[in-house]
T-cell receptor
Framework: AQTVTQSQPEMSVQEAETVTLSCTYDTSESDYYLFWYKQPPSRQMILVIRQEAYKQQNATENRFSVNFQKAAKSFSLKISDSQLGDAAMYFCAYRTAFGNEKLTFGTGTRLTIIP | EAGVTQSPTHLIKTRGQQATLRCSPISGHTSVYWYQQALGLGLQFLLWYDEGEERNRGNFPPRFSGRQFPNYSSELNVNALELEDSALYLC?????????????FGPGTRLTVL
């Protein structure tokens, strides 16, 4: 079974600075998808960024980028130019490439933005 | 376009009672997923429905059950409620068939068991 580990329960960053959230996972599969989801205090979970395991190029979405290290099974999220609206719980998630299956989530990292 | 909706927002029950939670997916989405988010834990997968059929369930007892209706909306039922069932229950929907399809989440139902 796949597992996802987020070892940083809480992180904080100064506004306009850069922060990196860590995520590691365990799987025996070679093809899969990795996601970062954001859950603001209002609770609605939204997708931040998605990475396909067979693509070596790291995904980027505006100020959000990932460092995907397949051999190390590591998938970190970098947020550049942090803004107050980035404050939220961030969840790393795994999904098999075989079938429209469930997401397996880590326990989350609470990110605080310091003005 | 309307997003995923869930009702009720909050639900308070006593131990032993039954709870029914509802979810309406985004129009055109055929897959509905249910997740439990207990305090301090990540999201735990509960159930997946697609085209009216239960496709997969997580490691939860049989008193957690549900169904998907012909209009693809879904219902989660929790029987014989226990205190540890208190959690935020999130529903997500996606287009069926492809694993890279994004799951869109609803705002959740907060279930409190007294």
């Amino acid at each position: 079974a796949q597992t996802v580990t987020q070892s940083q329960p809480e992180m904080s960053v100064q506004e306009a600075e850069t922060v990196t959230l860590s995520c590691t996972y365990d799987t025996s599969e070679s093809d899969y998808y990795l996601f970062w989801y954001k859950q603001p205090p209002s609770r609605q979970m939204i997708l931040v960024i998605r990475q396909e395991a067979y693509k070596q190029q790291n995904a980027t979405e505006n100020r959000f980028s990932v460092n995907f290290q397949k051999a190390a099974k590591s998938f970190s999220l970098k947020i550049s130019d942090s803004q107050l609206g980035d404050a939220a719980m961030y969840f790393c998630a795994y999904r098999t490439a075989f079938g429209n299956e469930k997401l397996t989530f880590g326990t989350g990292t609470r990110l605080t933005i310091i003005p | 376009e309307a997003g995923v909706t869930q009702s009720p927002t909050h639900l308070i029950k006593t131990r032993g009672q039954q709870a029914t939670l509802r979810c309406s997916p985004i129009s055109g989405h055929t897959s509905v997923y249910w997740y439990q988010q207990a305090l301090g834990l990540g999201l735990q997968f509960l159930l997946w429905y697609d085209e009216g059929e239960e496709r997969n369930r997580g490691n939860f007892p049989p008193r957690f059950s549900g169904r998907q209706f012909p209009n693809y909306s879904s219902e989660l039922n929790v029987n014989a409620l226990e205190l540890e069932d208190s959690a935020l229950y999130l529903c997500a929907s996606s287009l069926g068939g492809q694993p890279y399809n994004e799951q869109f989440f609803g705002p959740g139902t907060r279930l409190t068991v007294l």
